[in-house]
């Protein structure tokens, strides 16, 4: 199952490794660093996924997370309907500080030799502690790496794509539940006025929509009153009374404390894992709030860095968007059809796709 190469890093492989295709450990012969990059599925493509650049406790805990990452990639590139595979790369930082400057450089082209050694298995992006620029210095050692800086031929900033693709999901929402997907007159609250939040505020204020902005940077209350928005402050924006809760901030907004006071008809955001707990879709539905699954909704940034893999056009790309809402439409029926909820009708989705995959492989 697992290849290692370089200096191997004296670390116990998780049981859980057992299911990955490949899990490779490295020590970085410049950095000294750990790398670790899991390969969950190629079944339907290339693994690809983010470096996330994140200083962890141990090395133990970064590859688990990149175990962790690399599965939920594989299902969130599946229920998109996106020839991918799932994987991830970490790279263990040294210090919680950021590594700068020649450190940073002999990290990155450690990890682009990473990357390389797995000879197009794994295709990497940005993610959490990386940006554009470090891909481009992945670049000088791997031809597997997107999320390129624009002036490299890469896709540029994905949040464009992503507010794209989580107001397709929004209007699939609103049509199922009030049988009309136009924003006009819409509550929405968006929590989180950064690069998505602030995006897709502004798509939601040109459709006609009536939104409240919340964000932990006051700075952030000037787009409000740009946009004519109202402002909440973060620690009562969950709780706001609209139709349509927006989470574009951080994960596990949703937990047991917060979701039987949810004052909306509809979460539908670009939060990744929103839901502190899976089982909270139960509740949601129980309380009849519709719920448009995280890494369905948010796909919009894999699909940018997927037009630059594939080289896509304009038009490719907004199919791909618009397919966003159309799966979301999908699961939403089907959810009510079975009796169960949004997000297991994605997961099965997801599977289901895969193994569609695997036979067609066989
Ligand atoms: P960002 O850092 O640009 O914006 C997040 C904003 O949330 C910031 O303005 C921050 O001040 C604010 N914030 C933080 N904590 C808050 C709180 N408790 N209440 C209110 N506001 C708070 O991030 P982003 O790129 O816009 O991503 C937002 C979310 O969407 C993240 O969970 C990210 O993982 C997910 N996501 C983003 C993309 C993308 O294309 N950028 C793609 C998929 C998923």
């Not at 670790?36 to 690809?48: E, F, K, Q």
């Not at 299902?75 to 991830?88: C, E, I, M, N, P």
């Amino acid at each position: 199952m697992s290849s290692r190469t370089g200096v191997q890093t004296e670390v116990r492989w998780p049981e859980a490794a057992a299911d990955y295709e490949e899990l490779r450990v490295v020590t970085g012969a410049r950095s000294g660093v750990t790398i670790a990059i899991a390969v969950h599925s190629t079944v339907l493509g290339p693994a690809l996924g983010g470096a996330r650049m994140w200083h962890y406790e141990s090395p133990a805990d970064g590859i688990e997370d990149a175990l962790r990452l690399a599965r939920a990639m594989t299902y969130k590139a599946a229920a998109a309907g996106l020839a991918l595979g799932g994987g991830k790369g970490v790279i263990c930082a040294p210090a919680p500080k950021r590594p700068e400057g020649e450190l940073r450089r002999a990290i990155l082209l450690d990890f682009g030799d990473a990357v390389a050694s797995l000879g197009g298995k794994y295709v990497t992006a940005e993610d959490v502690g990386t940006g554009s620029a470090d891909m481009a210095v992945i670049a000088e050692r791997t031809s597997h790496v997107v999320g390129l800086p624009g002036e490299r031929g890469g896709s540029g900033d994905p949040s464009p794509v992503t507010a794209r693709g989580v107001l397709a999901s929004l209007r699939a929402c609103l049509e199922h539940r009030f049988g009309d997907p136009s924003l006009k007159g819409v509550r929405v609250c968006v929590i989180g006025a950064g690069h998505v939040g602030s995006r897709l505020a502004r798509l939601l204020a040109n459709g006609g929509a009536e939104v409240t902005l919340s964000d932990v940077d006051p700075s952030r209350r000037t787009l409000a009153e740009e946009l004519g928005a109202a402002w909440v402050e973060p620690a009562d924006a969950i709780l706001t009374d609209c139709d349509v809760l927006a989470p574009c901030a951080l994960g596990g907004v949703i937990d047991a404390t917060t979701v039987d006071r949810l004052r909306c008809e509809i979460v539908c955001g670009s939060t990744n894992n929103v839901l502190a707990d899976d089982r909270l879709a139960v509740d949601l539905t129980r309380r009849g709030i519709f719920y448009a699954p995280d890494f369905i909704a948010n796909a919009g940034g894999l699909i940018n860095v997927y037009a630059e893999l594939h080289h896509l056009d304009r038009a490719g790309v907004s199919a791909l968007v618009d397919h966003i809402g159309a799966t979301i439409a999908l699961v939403l029926d089907a959810a009510e059809r079975h009796g169960t909820t949004p997000l297991a009708e994605a997961q099965s989705l997801a599977l289901e796709r895969l193994r569609g995959g695997a036979a067609a492989a066989a």
